[in-house]
């Protein structure tokens, strides 16, 4: 059985404006996952997983700081892509200056390889309890 999850954050940093990191992940088979190794602790997946088949989300899962710092210190240094064409690279801190001097706004900037280039977002997409709730 292959699960598919995609998961969205949006932050919204007055130095930085909003910023928004999906995550997408499979995995081929249903495992039995270590919960204990989850960077989110005290989470009932059941009701998390209850909650988002009855609404279609759940609200109450938030990363921990020392994640959200890792996800800005990365955000703050890596390309992310104007309206995700390769060739309207800029780091995400430039963007007006990035938006003057292509002549446009961009409706969105997107990170590619993100899984691969961060770490934390990697530890996101392999989170057992994360993974626990998709199954």
Known sequence: MAINVHLCSIFDFPALGKISCQVFFSKEEVKNFDLNSSIFQDVNVDEVAESMKSNGLHLGINLPEPAVQEILDFCAKTNCY?????????????????EQKCGKTFNMAQCFNINSLCPIINKLANDPVLLEIAT
């Open 82 to 98: 104007g309206d995700a064409e390769h060739q309207l690279g800029f780091i995400y801190t430039e963007k007006a200056q990035a």
